[in-house]
């Protein structure tokens, strides 16, 4: 268990991650927008973290575990933010299939690799908005709503996320995959 960081700061850490991530798919784009090559592995990857560490992980932490609770604590100011923030989820989620279904076209024609990079843009520009937003409003209210206690039992939550939804090591797989990918 991260048992030096409070939950906010576990998930404020994911954040980064998944801004590496997203500061490689940039480059794929500009790539893809002036018909430069197709780098397909690169791109599969970060479809892949997108979906597995975003999704899979982050998303989960937040939407099973995180916001029941800050509902709970703060039913007004929580639960309004809590629904705003699970429609953000939902587009994300809608984005990133979008992308993913255009990646296999991209390889096949110049259209392809433009809606592809298109797609990608639009996933990661959302993402971006929902992280700044949550950096903003979030993290402050869970770190002022929750009790001890309960930011313990959300920490055990989490490290059940990564071992049981995600499979053993496969979180730091991803957080070593995002570095990969930012170092090119
Ligand atoms: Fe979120
Ligand atoms: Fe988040």
Same mark, same amino acid.
């Given at each position: 268990?991260?048992?030096?960081?409070?939950?906010?700061?576990?998930?404020?850490?994911?954040?980064?991650?998944?801004?590496?991530?997203?500061?490689?798919?940039?480059?794929?784009?500009?790539?893809?927008?002036?018909?430069?090559?197709?780098?397909?592995?690169?791109?599969?990857?970060?479809?892949?973290?997108?979906?597995?560490?975003?999704?899979?992980?982050?998303?989960?932490?937040?939407?099973?575990?995180?916001?029941?609770?800050? #509902?709970?604590? *703060? !039913? $007004?100011?929580?639960?309004? =933010?809590?629904? +705003?923030?699970?429609?953000?989820? /939902? %587009?994300?989620?809608?984005?990133?299939?979008?992308?993913?279904?255009?990646?296999?076209?991209?390889?096949?024609?110049?259209?392809?690799?433009?809606?592809?990079?298109?797609?990608?843009?639009?996933?990661?520009?959302?993402?971006?908005?929902?992280?700044?937003?949550?950096?903003?409003?979030?993290?402050?209210?869970?770190? #002022?709503?929750? *009790? !001890? $206690?309960?930011?313990?039992? =959300?920490?055990? +939550?989490?490290?059940?996320?990564? /071992? %049981?939804?995600?499979?053993?090591?496969?979180?730091?797989?991803?957080?070593?995959?995002?570095?990969?990918?930012?170092?090119?």
């Amino acid at each position: 268990m991260k048992m030096t960081l409070t939950p906010a700061g576990v998930l404020k850490q994911e954040h980064e991650t998944v801004g590496l991530v997203l500061d490689a798919a940039a480059r794929e784009i500009r790539c893809l927008g002036a018909l430069g090559p197709l780098r397909t592995d690169r791109i599969e990857q970060i479809l892949r973290f997108l979906r597995e560490f975003v999704e899979c992980c982050h998303h989960c932490k937040e939407e099973k575990f995180l916001f029941p609770m800050i #509902r709970a604590c *703060s !039913p $007004r100011e929580g639960g309004d =933010l809590v629904e +705003a923030l699970l429609e953000d989820h /939902a %587009q994300s989620c809608r984005l990133s299939k979008v992308a993913r279904r255009s990646f296999e076209a991209a390889a096949r024609s110049d259209v392809g690799a433009v809606v592809l990079g298109a797609g990608l843009d639009a996933c990661a520009r959302f993402l971006r908005t929902h992280m700044a937003r949550e950096d903003a409003v979030l993290w402050p209210l869970v770190d #002022r709503s929750l *009790s !001890p $206690r309960d930011q313990t039992s =959300l920490l055990v +939550a989490f490290d059940k996320v990564e /071992a %049981q939804e995600m499979g053993l090591g496969a979180h730091d797989r991803l957080q070593q995959l995002a570095r990969d990918l930012a170092r090119e």
